[in-house]
């Protein structure tokens, strides 16, 4: 008898000790899905001064990076990845105002804007052509980093490529910096930009 006791009380303790190990493993997060960045991708900022409006743009991604999506049942999609940007590639279409933005980011302290994603509202259908999103962010600039919601709109190409298209005004200060100025002050430039950074991607489906 005691014996089958014994053998009873090890049986139940097995059994126990399985049962936080089944609640992980059914709130485990599903094998992520891969977007690889395309060269494609893009930064814009746009700005204005007391007397003009102006926009720089970094044109191109060189870096093969990945995105990876962790779907959840009834949960934001989470997002793992980043761009990561040189800043002495932005162009504002005007060499003195290209090198006002760069000397303003200080690019040569903090060379590189890198924008890592968090989560988004939802997976981008593939069987709606064009559809919106909202998502979280950080964007890491001048030595200060920031999160920020992020609202977006997404467009499935003919080839299968996902394009996400997100906006958010920003402040410089927001960043620490303060807005550039020009002969003696006469010219200002304001706090607010709008950044828009366009990513184009391709299915990993090794």
Same mark, same amino acid.
């Given at each position: 008898?005691?014996? /089958?006791?014994?053998?009873? +009380?090890?049986?139940?303790? &097995?059994?126990?000790?399985?049962?936080?190990?089944?609640?992980?493993?059914?709130?485990?997060?599903?094998?992520?899905?891969?977007?690889?960045?395309? +060269?494609?991708?893009?930064? +814009?900022?746009?700005?204005?001064?007391?007397? $003009?409006?102006?926009?720089?743009?970094?044109?191109?991604?060189? =870096?093969?990076?990945? %995105?990876? &999506?962790? =779907?959840?049942? $009834?949960?934001? %999609? /989470?997002?793992?990845?980043?761009?990561?940007?040189?800043?002495?590639?932005?162009?504002?279409? $005007?060499?003195?105002?290209?090198?006002?933005?760069?000397?303003?980011?200080?690019?040569?302290?903090?060379? =590189?804007? *890198? *924008?890592?994603?968090? $989560?988004?509202?939802?997976?981008?259908?593939?069987?709606?052509?064009? #559809?919106?999103?909202? #998502?979280?962010?950080? !964007?890491?600039?001048?030595?200060?980093?920031?999160?920020?919601?992020?609202?977006?709109?997404? *467009?499935?190409?003919?080839?299968?490529? %996902?394009?996400? *298209?997100?906006?958010? /005004?920003?402040?410089?200060?927001? &960043?620490?910096?303060?807005?550039? =100025?020009?002969?003696?002050?006469? !010219?200002?430039?304001?706090?607010?930009?709008?950044?828009? &950074?366009? %990513?184009?991607?391709?299915?990993?489906?090794?």
């Amino acid at each position: 008898m005691n014996d /089958q006791v014994k053998r009873l +009380k090890i049986i139940i303790m &097995f059994m126990l000790a399985l049962i936080p190990v089944s609640r992980l493993m059914a709130g485990n997060i599903a094998d992520p899905i891969k977007w690889i960045l395309t +060269k494609e991708c893009t930064l +814009k900022v746009n700005g204005s001064t007391n007397i $003009n409006k102006f926009s720089c743009i970094i044109p191109e991604y060189a =870096r093969p990076d990945t %995105l990876l &999506f962790y =779907r959840k049942k $009834n949960e934001p %999609l /989470q997002l793992s990845g980043s761009l990561s940007l040189d800043v002495q590639n932005f162009d504002c279409h $005007n060499p003195v105002m290209t090198s006002d933005l760069r000397k303003t980011l200080k690019a040569k302290i903090y060379p =590189r804007i *890198i *924008i890592h994603f968090l $989560n988004l509202s939802k997976y981008p259908d593939p069987d709606i052509k064009e #559809g919106v999103l909202k #998502g979280a962010v950080t !964007i890491e600039l001048a030595g200060t980093t920031k999160r920020f919601e992020v609202d977006y709109r997404y *467009i499935t190409l003919a080839n299968g490529n %996902l394009r996400l *298209i997100g906006t958010k /005004q920003v402040n410089f200060s927001d &960043f620490n910096i303060s807005p550039p =100025r020009k002969l003696g002050g006469m !010219i200002k430039t304001n706090n607010e930009l709008v950044v828009e &950074f366009l %990513l184009t991607m391709k299915l990993n489906t090794q």
